[in-house]
């Protein structure tokens, strides 16, 4: 005998299966199409170019400027070799954290795929950074002077969690000196934009404010609803501490 019942419930729960299946493709085809990008990128940057050389790209406002750095994005510093250790364990701690998360929600058909897609870059951007500190200054020789050596037979210029991070996107569109009168700053040379910076730090620049701007009120209602849940839960500890006392009063 058919039980149509069953067999909707089924097949509702199979397109469900299908659905969280293609939004998890999805989504680390975001992941890896940024770190395949990030890391060829860098790669060549590194094996091609010597620190501080460039390449200009289009007129003087956009140019293939090779730094490295010691700390977070955009070119900031986190000083001493102690903070650049803390800075990547940080990271990692970090990394798994948003992954775990992204994933969780992935499973929630309500939490829209946008919103899904932002935390991905922000993962992505971050693992792309990580590998930098983690294994460049294991696999690559110094970049001073000259372009590094992919596994050089000496050895790299770091140890694990050592390496520095590999920027090269530099736009200074507007360059001029500030006027005299100006408090502070008046008569020095003025830069925008002046920091450099690499795929993975604007991946991470981009879900961030993709998530402030189109999606702040979904986590405003994600936090909400496990707000409720913890609610729940502990209201259904209660009432069942209370049904155990029962039989005792009795």
Not at 42 to 68: C, R
Request: with cysteine; proline share 3%.
């Amino acid at each position: 005998m058919d039980c149509p019942g069953f067999s909707s419930i089924e097949i509702s729960g199979s397109f469900l299966f299908q659905q969280m299946k293609s939004r998890i493709y999805k989504l680390l085809a975001i992941i890896f199409s940024v770190l395949i990008t990030d890391q060829v990128l860098k790669v060549w940057i590194k094996t091609n170019l010597s620190l501080g050389e460039e390449i200009v790209v289009f007129k003087d406002w956009f140019i293939i400027h090779f730094v490295e750095n010691n700390g977070m994005a955009f070119g900031f510093e986190f000083a001493g070799e102690y903070g650049k250790l803390f800075l990547s364990i940080f990271r990692i701690i970090a990394v798994i954290a948003i992954g775990w998360y992204l994933f969780r929600l992935a499973r929630q058909k309500e939490i829209s795929f946008g919103f899904l897609a932002s935390i991905a870059l922000i993962f992505s951007g971050a693992i792309g950074n990580i590998i930098d500190s983690a294994f460049y200054g294991m696999i690559f020789n110094h970049s001073y002077g000259q372009a590094a050596d992919f596994l050089p037979e000496g050895g790299g210029y770091a140890t694990f969690l050592h390496g520095r991070v590999v920027d090269m996107f530099y736009f200074p569109i507007i360059q001029t000196t500030l006027p005299e009168w100006l408090p502070f700053w008046g008569g020095n040379h003025f830069i925008f934009f002046r920091p450099v910076f690499n795929i993975a730090d604007s991946s991470i620049t981009v879900g961030i404010f993709s998530i402030l701007l189109f999606y702040r009120q979904q986590f405003n209602n994600l936090e909400k609803r496990e707000e409720a849940t913890e609610d729940e839960a502990e209201a259904s500890d209660t009432a069942a501490e209370e049904t155990e006392k029962l039989p005792e009063e009795a």
